[in-house]
Each structure stands twice: as structure tokens, then as C-alpha cells.
């Protein structure tokens, strides 16, 4: 298996412009998840779906951000408008488990700078 | 409040042993996990404790202690590729996984 996908892996946008993640899972994982990362603030996990659904997004830090998950193939995180401190890398992982006895297959990321 | 305690920073010697220790205090528990992560990569999976004990995988070992609240991973004969931040990560009783901050290991010859 070619492992979690992440796409784009750098992006560069001024603030006020829409930047949308996206991410294909490992195939047969049902859980999904979102985090970001930051030196200030660590990991911290946005959303996670199971089989298409979103379980919990009580990390999504407001309105501005957005996740889909269309199909169990691919995955969708929008900032719409971005922000300079939405500066972060963001990870996608796919997990055999939602309840976080099973190991966690990320991404490489996707590295983003709001300027 | 939930938290996980790791040391910031710390530098070994090649060929040496370091042990990176991981304190927490979370409503409940339901396992630890050890991941290392590489500047400017992503996270990879080192171990999972649940029970106490210790849980050897090669050079690398992962100690539990619910009583205590502690764990620690220790890495032996170090080689250079073992520069990396280590993450300690705890599932709490209602299977969030709560994450500390990292260690940052320097290996230097």
C-alpha cells in the first residue's frame, strides 16, 4: 500500500485566500483524521471521521475551517478565509480503530504558509 | 485538566543509551503510544503499552507504570538516524488521545 496521500505539500497563499487539503487513506482503514501542528501548540486534532462520517469536530478552531469526506478514498480540509495563524503543518491519518488502541498511519503533511 | 509531561530537549552520544521519560495525568487510561517523529516529517508509530511492563522491539524499549502515571522509552546503542523528536501520546477514558509536546533528541558522535 502506498500509505496515507496528502496533497499539496507546500502551499504559500496570501491571507483572505481559500486553501483546501486534501488527503487519500490507507484503503480499509474507516477512520480519518485531521491534526495540526505547530511548535507553540503541538498536535492537535481537528475533526476525525468514521466510514465517511464526521464523529468529532470539536478541534475545528472556528467557522472559517471545513472537512470533508465525499467517499472513503479521499478527504477534504478547507480554510476559507485563511489567516497568518493558520500557519501550520497538517497531517491526515488513517486508522484500522477509532478508539485509540491502534497505531495511527499519517501523511507526510502539508506544510502551509498564510502570509 | 489533562496532561502529559516530557523533557524538551536532550542530547546523547552515539553508541550510548538515553533513556526520554513521559509523565501524565488524564481522566483515566487506556494506553500509551510512543511515535517518533523526523524534522520535517510525519509521525511513525514506535510502541503501545497498556498494560505494566516493560515492552522490548529491538534497540528500542517502551516501560509502563499506571500507578504512577509514568512511562519512558529507552533507546539503545544509538545511531545517528535516531535524531528525532519522540511523542508520547495517552488514550483517556473516552478514547481521546491526549498528546505531549515531544522531545527533541540530539545525537552527537
Known amino acids: 500500500d502506498a500509505g496515507v496521500i496528502q496533497s499539496p505539500r507546500h502551499e504559500v497563499t496570501e491571507m483572505g485566500q481559500e486553501v483546501t487539503l486534501r488527503c487519500k487513506p490507507i484503503?480499509?482503514?474507516?477512520?480519518l483524521f485531521w491534526y495540526r501542528q505547530t511548535m507553540m501548540r503541538g498536535l492537535e486534532l481537528l475533526i476525525y471521521?468514521?466510514?465517511?462520517?464526521?464523529?468529532?469536530d470539536s478541534g475545528m478552531p472556528e467557522d472559517r475551517f471545513s472537512a470533508k469526506m465525499p467517499n472513503a478514498s479521499f478527504s477534504t480540509l478547507k480554510i476559507q478565509p485563511s489567516e497568518p495563524r493558520d500557519s501550520a503543518v497538517y497531517f491526515c491519518?488513517?486508522?484500522?480503530?477509532?478508539?485509540?488502541?491502534?497505531?495511527?498511519?499519517f501523511g507526510e503533511g502539508s506544510r502551509l504558509t498564510v502570509l | 485538566g489533562q496532561n502529559i509531561d516530557q523533557p524538551t530537549e536532550m542530547t546523547a552520544t552515539e553508541g550510548a543509551i538515553v533513556q526520554i521519560n513521559c509523565t501524565y495525568q488524564?481522566?483515566?487510561?487506556?494506553?500509551l503510544f510512543w511515535y517518533q517523529q523526523h524534522a520535517g516529517e510525519a509521525p511513525t508509530f514506535l510502541s503501545y503499552?497498556?498494560l505494566d511492563g516493560l515492552e522490548e522491539k529491538g534497540r528500542f524499549s517502551s516501560f509502563l507504570s499506571r500507578s504512577k502515571g509514568y512511562s519512558y522509552l529507552l533507546l539503545k546503542e544509538l545511531q545517528m538516524k535516531d535524531s528525532a523528536s519522540y511523542l508520547c501520546?495517552?488514550?483517556?477514558?473516552?478514547?481521546?488521545?491526549?498528546w505531549g509536546a515531544g522531545t527533541k533528541l540530539i545525537i552527537k558522535p
Open positions: 484503503s480499509g482503514h474507516d477512520y
Open positions: 503499552n497498556v
Open positions: 471521521f468514521n466510514n465517511n462520517v464526521p464523529i468529532d
Open positions: 501520546a495517552v488514550t483517556d477514558s473516552n478514547y481521546q488521545l491526549i
Open positions: 491519518a488513517s486508522s484500522l480503530t477509532s478508539d485509540y488502541t491502534g497505531e495511527l498511519f
Open positions: 488524564t481522566s483515566g487510561f487506556n494506553g
